[in-house]
């Protein structure tokens, strides 16, 4: 009866392709509304604030990317401990492993919100702040923090019901949170001129609206039943939450320790240039969030394969693991290009999306999207081997291939690149790392499908 269980799951009997689609779709549309809800902050801000408010927001970012590192963390780690468990019908496991994820990102939320309130300016000051941009980004950040247990939830609870089998009810839970920051924007910053405070409330309110979703569907799982005991956190469940969450959970980290050491580093030597101090850091955060906008679809596509490649893996259906990575990386390839070619021939129309600046602004923010990003029709390779080890239980490998990109590549290049030819550094560095990262994402992936012979036809398609 157990083995009929499994042969009606859609993971286990749906055509890939299909199956990849149906669930990318919403997997993506969550995605990429977890990013507009900084974009769509940054349009309003820009046109109606300023640089320095905009400047600000990318002060404020890595703070943001801490609360998404937690998210990814037990929301993909949870997510994967429970097909995991699901697929190898262990049905105990899978229950703790979803509530566990629950109850360990509520915590993190809280204790982030905590500390981030309690020392506010200093954060704001090591995160890169110039005095220019302090009182903006106080404004804005003391806000902000009062969502974070409540973003956790939405984007962790998100990737739980998708992998209940609900990608539909994830992508609703951050539409709907999206919806009321957009309507909540132009209400407090055009009509009742809040600025930055504005611009911060809507976000939150946005953010508790989605949050009150999820939860509300986690307690309405169609696969299993979860009760209050089950929310417990367990040590062994934890660590295994954690194992299989860290390379996505580690790779946000590494962006965030990034986004500080970038931020600092563009204070510093745009200073040294005819750009000034501030006018970096605000293209900067501008650029960042396109970039979210890429990886949005690229990871919401990884996302999608997650559960599919899980399931089957641990019904040891290695075909249908190995399909649903090749369908994944066909579309993420697409998606990459054509986002390249955005990037290098419309990057004036891009910016302008998010304000007018002075000539100097508009000018260094064209050479940044055009050379900093310019790897993007490679950049989906990375993230997609990442989650696709980790979604077969090698969480070490996985996370290896998370910090690659970030820390071994790109952190070492914005220290030393501009320490040579000064602020054109840090726009070749991002390049530079894109490119290694790629390499060395395809090197570790050929090498498992060659070594363990998962299927000869992709070792060589790969």
């Known amino acids: 009866m157990s083995e009929n269980l499994n042969h009606a799951n859609p993971l286990a009997t749906e055509r890939i392709g299909s199956l990849i689609f149906r669930f990318a779709v919403p997997s993506i549309i969550a995605m990429l509304v977890t990013g507009l809800y900084n974009i769509v902050d940054q349009i309003f801000i820009g046109h109606y604030v300023g640089e320095l408010g905009n400047a600000a927001t990318n002060i404020a970012f890595p703070l943001s ?83 974070f247990p409540f973003v956790i939830l939405a984007i962790s609870g998100g990737h739980l019901i998708r992998g209940d089998g609900k990608p539909g009810v994830a992508m609703i839970c951050n539409l709907t949170g999206a919806v009321i920051n957009t309507g909540l924007d132009a209400l407090f910053i055009i009509v009742f001129g809040w600025g930055m405070k504005g611009a911060a409330a809507a976000t939150v309110i946005g953010q508790v609206a989605a949050a009150l979703i999820a939860l509300y569907h986690i307690a ?57 101090d501030e006018i970096p850091i605000a293209v900067v955060g501008i650029a960042t969030k396109l970039a979210m906008l890429y990886f949005s679809i690229c990871i919401g596509l990884t996302h999608a394969m997650q559960p599919v490649v899980s399931f089957n893996y641990g019904a040891r259906d290695y075909i249908r693991a190995r399909k649903a990575f090749s369908c994944t990386r066909n579309a993420g390839t697409v998606v990459s290009f054509i986002t390249f070619l955005l990037f290098q021939f419309f990057p004036v129309q891009i910016i302008s999306i998010f304000g007018k600046g002075s ?91 060659i070594k363990k012979k998962w299927h000869q036809e992709f070792a060589i398609s790969l």
Do not use: W
């Open 65 to 147: 990317s801490l609360c998404t590192a937690c998210s990814l963390l037990f929301g993909i780690g949870g997510a994967a401990a429970f097909n995991l468990s699901m697929g190898a019908r262990d049905t105990s496991r899978a229950v703790k492993a979803a509530a566990n994820a629950v109850s360990c990102g509520l915590i993190a939320g809280i204790i982030i919100a905590l500390f981030s309130s309690l020392y506010l300016d200093p954060l704001l000051v090591f995160c890169g702040s110039t005095k220019g941009i302090l009182p903006y980004a106080r404004d804005y950040t003391r806000i902000i923090v009062l969502g």
């Open 359 to 449: 000539p100097l602004y508009v000018d260094f923010a064209v050479r940044y999207i055009r050379i900093f990003l310019f790897c993007t029709f490679i950049n989906n390779i990375q993230p997609l081997t990442s989650t696709f080890f980790s979604a077969i239980g090698k969480p070490k490998t996985g996370l290896f291939l998370s910090l690659t990109r970030q820390i071994l590549f790109l952190l070492p290049m914005i220290i030393i690149l501009p320490a040579i030819i000064g602020i054109n550094g840090l726009l070749y560095a991002g390049m530079a790392a894109d490119f290694m990262a790629f390499v060395v994402s395809v090197i570790i992936a050929f090498n498992e499908f």
């Open 220 to 276: 309405h799982f169609k696969t299993v039943k979860l009760s209050l005991k089950d929310f417990i956190p367990d040590g062994k469940t934890v660590l295994r939450i954690s194992e299989l969450g860290m390379s996505q959970g580690f790779n946000q980290i590494a962006m965030m320790i990034v986004q500080i050491v970038s931020n600092n580093s563009f204070r510093h030597y745009g200073a040294l240039s005819v750009y000034g």
